[in-house]
Nanobody, 126 residues
Framework: QVQLVESGGGLVQAGGSLRLSCAAS????????MGWFRQASGKERDFVAS????????VYADSVKGRSTISRDNAKRTVSLQMNNLTSEDTAVYYC???????????????????WGQGTQVTVSS
């Protein structure tokens, strides 16, 4: 069954902002660190950001660092990604993913994540 559902994607103008959300349906949410990945058309899926199980640590790709914020609400079992100052290079399908928490620093490795959402399209028009 679907365990991660993303929302919040859409069409936005360059320079604008977008907030993506991901809702988890599995009960052991706090056992997992959460990540966002994205895949542009014709390209491989890339890491965007990740957050530790308690929200105490975050990791960002250089491409979004300084203009993006990942956060989570364990009570609601959700994780969000706020992205600002969007450019056409941010156009992609964005995926939410979950990995069993193994350390204080959340992983950026796609292979560590074993739960994936179906993705939400973000299109930035210039």
């Amino acid at each position: 069954q679907v365990q991660l559902v993303e929302s919040g994607g859409g069409l936005v103008q360059a320079g604008g902002s977008l907030r993506l959300s991901c809702a988890a349906s599995f009960q052991t949410f706090t056992n997992y660190e959460m990540g966002w990945f994205r895949q542009a058309s014709g390209k491989e899926r890339d890491f965007v950001a990740s957050i530790s199980w308690n929200g105490g640590a975050t990791v960002y790709a250089d491409s979004v660092k300084g203009r993006s914020t990942i956060s989570r609400d364990n009570a609601k079992r959700t994780v969000s990604l706020q992205m600002n100052n969007l450019t056409s290079e941010d156009t992609a399908v964005y995926y939410c993913a979950a990995a069993v928490a193994r350390s204080w620093v959340p992983s950026r490795a796609e292979t560590e994540y074993d739960k994936w959402g179906q993705g939400t399209q973000v299109t930035v028009s210039s």
